[in-house]
Every structure is written in C-alpha cells, then in structure tokens.
C-alpha cells in the first residue's frame, strides 16, 4: 500500500538545519498493524505527518498505491481522501454538535447525501456506545468520549488506510482503554493501520509489526513478539525497560 524510498526531513530553525528523518525506507501492506515506537524527539509523528504530506518531506519518496504523493502533480487532497488521521488533540469543531463535527467533511466534499452521511455517523457512533450524544456539542463531552468521536469521523470518510498520532497520550489513564477498545475493534475488522504509541501493551495486543525509531532512523522492524521478548539491541532493551 505504501513505499518509502529514503525519505529525509529538516527544519530551519534560527537558520540552522535541523534534521529529523535521516534516510527512512520501508512499507507497508495492506491490513497490516504497524506501531512505531521509540523516545521523543525521534522523528516518530514527523515521520507519520509525511505518510500524507501534512509535512512535506525533504527529500525522498512516498508512493500510495503505486502514486508517487511527493510528486507535485499528485492530487494529494484525492488521496487524502482514503487515509483517516487521528491525532492526539481532537480537533472538534466547538460549534458544531457530535453529528455536525462527523458528517461534515464527506457532505462538504459530496462523498455522500446528508441523509446517508447521517445514517452512518449513527450506525457507528452506536457501534461505540455514543448514539446518545450525537446531538451534544463537544464541551459537554469526555476526552475519551472527544477521542471516540474523532475516530468515527475519521471512518466516515471510509479511508483505505488509518494513521493514529498517540491518540491516546492527551487522556486520563481511565479514559485510555475506551479509545484503545474501538481502535481494537476497527484492527479486528481488518483495516490498515499505522500507529505512534507510548502504549506498549496496546502494541502488543493489536501490532503485527513494531518500527522502533531513534534519531531520526528506524534501527528495528520486528515482529512484536521479537521486539519484545527476544531482543538483542540494547538500546531498544534500554527504551523498553524504562517504561515497566
């Protein structure tokens, strides 16, 4: 589904250059569950960020589909369309009540009829036990409430693929297990998804493959099993252990 192809990635800051990806090659297949692990300030989110040009790489490539999305005649606002993202704040609009926020963007964009739209924001905030606040505005809501919702709008637009930045680390430790209960549930349903995660067993559980990044590089492609069991690298041993 995706190729990368030596993708590098710098800020200018203060007229330095600061690099962030040095050189990432890798992809991913369709159905596949991929975490990207590893310390902060490791190029993590950037990295994830370019897997839909939210940040521009660069230097390198990014192929969707057999498309080369780097290539500035590329539509990416097309291809956006069949990647979902949800990010670590929620990014509801205030104003608009729970239905508005999830239908807005596939009636916007005439994917779908108002009515069908809203037909199925309601068959799948149902499917996470929010059909009761489809007509709350989101100040009235939860954060994991707030990140549930993020999701089904992210599911509406019906994505190919699905890209999660930390989605659970802005939330209280008893509002997680919701989230990671519904990102489960869309994992079991056979979607594609890339993930950037603090939650180790939340990799463990749902994972067919762990990418764990340092400095810019991905030093480990494991399977979670591997990673976490039998790992020779101390640096990733290292990582991991501070977080039991």
């Keep these: 589904m995706i190729k990368v192809k030596n993708l590098y990635k710098e800020f200018n800051q203060e007229g330095t250059s600061i690099k ?40 390198g490539k990014i192929e969707f589909e057999g498309c080369d999305i780097t ?32 239908t807005l963007a596939p009636t916007t964009l005439k994917l779908l009829s108002t009515q069908k739209a809203e037909e199925n924001a309601i068959s799948l905030l149902e499917r996470v036990g929010l059909k009761d606040k489809a007509n709350f505005y989101p100040s ?72 764990f990044m340092d400095d810019g590089k991905i030093i480990a492609d494991e399977t979670p099993l591997e990673l976490f069991e039998n790992c020779q690298n101390e640096r990733i041993n290292r990582f991991l252990n501070k977080l039991k």
């Design 71 to 102: 290539n500035p005649k590329c539509d990416i606002n097309k291809v956006r369309q069949n990647i979902g993202m949800v990010f670590q704040h929620f990014n509801l609009f205030p104003h608009l009540t729970v239905l508005k926020n999830i």
């Design 140 to 211: 009235r809501l939860s954060g994991g409430q707030k990140q549930r919702i993020a999701i089904i709008r992210a599911l509406l637009m019906n994505p190919k693929l699905m890209l999660f930045d930390e989605p659970t680390s802005a939330l209280d430790p008893e509002m997680i297990k919701e989230v990671v209960t519904v990102i489960k549930d869309i994992a079991a349903k056979g979607m594609t998804m890339i993930l950037v995660t603090h939650e180790m067993n939340f990799v463990k559980d749902v994972a067919t493959r762990v990418l």
């Design 20 to 59: 962030i990806l040095k050189g990432i090659n890798t992809e991913f297949k369709k159905r596949e569950r991929v975490a990207i692990i590893g310390p902060s300030g490791s190029g993590k989110s950037t990295f994830l960020r370019c897997l839909n040009l939210l940040e521009k790489p660069t230097s």
